[in-house]
């Protein structure tokens, strides 16, 4: 069964740091790549970075872009995001989800809802 | 960028079909992937590669896709569906591609 276990999170300030984690199990991490999609409160969702299966190549956004890093550790088949100088628009529940076939996303994390706020 | 747009809601009786739609320039060309979202939960994916559905997902759901226009078909709807739709892409060009519908909330009358 393939499970997708989300920590990390929380109330951060206005240009503070937070890293998430993103524990897989249930598939051959290393075949698969793996993105974070966010939904800010009431909104829909938006796909923030994405990181291949292979040569660990990462895609983000034009909103995250140069203040959120995507990476990931096979040894523990974790996938991360950290995000750094953050903004009160960064506010969202984040997901972690493992692609399918590139195209899509087939299994989601539970979610973990960011908030940043003085 | 590549636009996605859905109507925001979609109402019918329990029992009859629902239809939403994704309208996109050229979608056919590109393959659509359909995801429910129900309150307080993550997504899933109910119709992948404009017609494919994952293991677990009720025949009911289906999906096509042609010129500008994908559209998510729900037959016999239950109480059950009531969730937010969202429709998406991967489109062809930059290096971030993957493209979300605003989403449609879709109501039991």
């Known amino acids: 069964e393939v499970q997708l276990l989300q920590s990390g999170g929380g109330l951060v300030q206005p240009g503070g740091s937070l890293r998430l984690s993103c524990l897989t199990s249930?598939?051959?991490?290393?075949?698969?790549?793996m993105g974070w999609v966010r939904q800010a409160p009431g909104k829909g969702l938006e796909c923030v970075s994405v990181i291949s299966s292979n040569v660990d190549i990462a895609s983000y956004a034009d909103s995250v872009k140069g203040r959120f890093t995507i990476s990931r550790d096979k040894s523990k088949n974790t996938v991360f995001l950290q995000m750094d100088s953050l903004r009160p628009e960064d506010t969202a529940i984040y997901y972690c989800?493992?692609?399918?076939?590139?195209?899509?996303?087939?299994?989601w994390g539970q979610g973990t809802l960011v908030t940043v706020s003085s | 960028s590549y636009v996605l747009t859905q109507p925001p809601s979609v109402a019918v009786a329990p029992g009859q079909t629902a239809r939403i739609t994704c309208v996109g320039n050229n979608i056919g060309d590109k393959d659509v992937h359909w995801y429910q979202q129900k309150p307080g939960q993550a997504p899933v994916l109910v119709v992948y590669?404009?017609?494919a559905r994952p293991s677990g997902i009720p025949e009911r759901f289906s999906g096509s896709n042609s010129e500008n226009t994908a559209t998510l078909t729900i037959a016999r709807v239950e109480a059950g569906d009531e969730a937010d739709y969202y429709c998406?892409?991967?489109?062809?060009?930059?290096?971030?591609?993957?493209?979300f519908g605003g989403g449609t909330k879709l109501t039991a009358l």
């Open positions: 998406q892409v991967r489109e062809n060009t930059g290096d971030h591609s993957w493209v």
């Open positions: 249930g598939f051959t991490f290393t075949v698969y790549g």
């Open positions: 590669e404009d017609s």
């Open positions: 989800a493992k692609l399918k076939n590139v195209k899509s996303f087939d299994y």
